[in-house]
């Protein structure tokens, strides 16, 4: 069963090294390719197609994306290992993209990595079939889990995605997942506002078990891949959120009974 878990290939862009913001501890970070929502804000714009695509920066085309084996990631995750120890609680993390769009190949990381005793988070649109998540769940220690809105129509209006299916998964999650926590990109001109963000922290209090909310500033950072790509940047005349008005949103979270945090 081992050899067949790391021979098992999935299409991914990048391994990011020393993460400190995408679960608890020091993180290995996986990229996936492929994403079913297309945020106007993503700032990994390279992550949303599956397709293997050519990326122009500084006036160098390079690749994106290349398919692995679990053999080969774990390569990488394993010279790393000395620092989860050292940071008390470290480990892999599968993003995006979204991992739940390439099923086989992440549940075959995620439970390799636990065979090798590796602590494993994924972050998550939350946004596939409930039996795929469900096999995920044994072998994810943390699931961070973005909850963008709760209306439906701005949801897809800025998402291209409808959020029922999303909201739906959070209740499965919330009561089979070991560890849920709520994340929000905080948005302006989609979801800043004190009641945009008091909707949703009153929906994840409501989840079982879920003592979390990350608030993550909405910033620029990636906008320039867009022209890389041949695109537009839908979001460039939008400035990030004021620390001060972070605060706010901050205490609108803390007032649902919620542990919230600003970034994660």
């Given at each position: 069963?081992?050899?067949?878990?790391?021979?098992?290939?999935?299409r991914?862009f990048n391994i990011?090294?020393f993460?400190?913001?995408d679960?608890?501890?020091?993180?290995?970070?996986?990229?996936?390719?492929?994403?079913?929502?297309?945020?106007k804000w993503?700032?990994?714009?390279?992550?949303?197609?599956?397709?293997?695509?050519?990326?122009t920066?500084?006036?160098i085309t390079?690749?994106?994306?290349?398919?692995?084996t679990v053999?080969?990631v774990?390569?990488?995750?394993?010279?790393?290992r000395?620092?989860?120890?050292?940071?008390?609680?470290?480990?892999?993390?599968l993003?995006?993209?979204?991992?739940?769009?390439?099923?086989?190949?992440?549940?075959a990381?995620?439970?390799?990595?636990?065979e090798r005793?590796?602590?494993?988070?994924?972050?998550?649109?939350?946004?596939?079939?409930?039996e795929?998540?469900r096999?995920?769940?044994?072998?994810v220690?943390?699931?961070l889990?973005?909850?963008?809105?709760i209306?439906?129509?701005?949801?897809?209006?800025?998402?291209?995605?409808?959020?029922?299916?999303?909201?739906?998964?959070?209740?499965?999650i919330?009561?089979?997942s070991?560890?849920?926590?709520?994340?929000?990109?905080?948005?302006?001109?989609?979801?800043?506002?004190?009641?945009?963000?008091?909707?949703?922290?009153k929906?994840?209090s409501?989840?079982?078990?879920?003592s979390?909310?990350h608030?993550?500033?909405?910033?620029?950072?990636?906008s320039?891949?867009?022209?890389?790509?041949?695109?537009?940047?839908e979001?460039?005349?939008?400035s990030p959120?004021s620390?001060?008005?972070?605060?706010?949103?901050?205490?609108?979270?803390?007032?649902?009974?919620?542990?919230?945090?600003?970034?994660?």
């Open positions: 069963m081992r050899q067949k878990l790391t021979e098992v290939t999935g991914i990011q090294r993460s400190i913001h679960g608890p501890g020091v993180r290995t970070i996986v990229f996936f390719k492929g994403c079913p929502l297309r945020c993503c700032c990994n714009p390279e992550s949303q197609s599956y397709k293997q695509e050519e990326i920066t500084a006036g390079k690749p994106v994306g290349k398919d692995v053999s080969e774990l390569e990488e995750i394993e010279r790393d000395v620092y989860y120890r050292r940071s008390g609680y470290g480990g892999v993390t993003s995006g993209g979204e991992c739940l769009w390439q099923p086989e190949f992440s549940e990381l995620l439970r390799a990595c636990h005793g590796i602590s494993t988070a994924i972050e998550t649109t939350g946004y596939a079939d409930i795929i998540i096999r995920f769940l044994p072998h220690d943390t699931v889990m973005d909850i963008k809105h209306d439906n129509e701005k949801h897809k209006k800025f998402t291209t995605q409808s959020n029922e299916l999303i909201l739906e998964n959070a209740r499965h919330a009561r089979e070991k560890h849920l926590i709520i994340r929000t990109p905080v948005i302006p001109t989609f979801n800043d506002t004190q009641a945009e963000i008091g909707s949703i922290a929906f994840a409501s989840l079982d078990g879920v979390e909310m608030l993550l500033p909405y910033h620029r950072i990636g320039d891949k867009y022209a890389g790509l041949g695109r537009t940047y979001m460039a005349h939008i959120p620390k001060e008005q972070m605060e706010l949103l901050l205490e609108v979270v803390n007032n649902y009974g919620l542990k919230g945090q600003i970034g994660g």
